[in-house]
């Protein structure tokens, strides 16, 4: 059992994240690409793609804290397996509200195509 907001564990090994983006799905917004890879019975892990194109890294850092606080206040039971979390150019411009809409959008597309 997950303690409720605990963080969420990440995807740190590459050939993790190579595996997600060959033989998992993606769903597309504007800003953020969301990858996933379905492992049923495995807790959540988040991993996040920031390409030096979106920023410098302080704002490359501060859009992954974003993110990763959003997934944290997410229930966890939503999905079981591996999500990426690619960010696009002009993300880290992005205001709290419509960083929230386009993160609400990707989490709401792992929902409807979790099992």
Not at 1 to 30: D, K
Not at 96 to 108: I, K, P, S, T, Y
Request: hydrophobic share 40%; with cysteine.
């Amino acid at each position: 059992m997950v303690a409720p907001n605990a963080p969420v564990r990440s995807i740190r090994r590459p050939s993790c994240f190579r595996q997600v983006y060959r033989e998992g799905r993606v769903v597309r917004r504007r800003f953020l690409d969301l990858r996933f890879l379905p492992r049923p019975g495995a807790p959540l892990q988040l991993g996040v793609t920031i390409p030096k194109k979106v920023g410098k890294a302080v704002g490359r850092n501060r859009l992954r804290r974003r993110i990763r606080e959003f997934a944290r206040l997410q229930p966890r039971d939503v999905f079981a397996g591996d999500v990426v979390v690619h960010c696009r150019p002009g993300a880290a411009d992005l205001a709290g509200n419509a960083l929230r809409e386009e993160l609400d959008g990707l989490w709401n597309a792992l929902r409807r195509h979790s099992p």
